[in-house]
Nanobody, 121 residues
Framework: QVQLVESGGGLVQTGGSLRLSCAAS????????LGWFRQAPGKEREFLAA????????LYPNSAKGRFTIFRDNVKNTVDLQIIGLKSEDTAVYYC??????????????WGQGTQVAVSS
């Protein structure tokens, strides 16, 4: 079992930046890729970034890396997501997940509860 707890969400202004953090626990957590997804009301869960178990490989959407950067710290067992240039359309619940290094949420076995990000103009 892997437990994931997200933090760092909140209300931010347009154009600002935010760093979300996810703490992973469980004996096998370091064996999994860790990823970040988000889901806005009425929309499908969207892939944002992922990192391999040892942190050597990162994966982003097929479009350019854009405004999201993922960081993994296997000493602290955390994975962070840095977001810059926040826009109103970034408002969503952001989820951390553990699984296989892909862009598909179906390939991630464990999920956190999510942290809400709201962007105001």
């Amino acid at each position: 079992q892997v437990q994931l707890v997200e933090s760092g969400g909140g209300l931010v202004q347009t154009g600002g930046s935010l760093r979300l953090s996810c703490a992973a626990s469980g004996r096998t957590s370091s064996r999994y890729a860790l990823g970040w997804f988000r889901q806005a009301p009425g929309k499908e869960r969207e892939f944002l970034a992922a990192v391999s178990p040892l942190g050597y490989t990162t994966l982003y959407p097929n479009s350019a890396k854009g405004r999201f950067t993922i960081f993994r710290d296997n000493v602290k067992n955390t994975v962070d997501l840095q977001i810059i240039g926040l826009k109103s359309e970034d408002t969503a619940v952001y989820y951390c997940a553990a699984g296989t290094l892909t862009r598909s949420p179906q390939d991630y076995e464990y999920w956190g509860q999510g942290t809400q990000v709201a962007v105001s103009s």
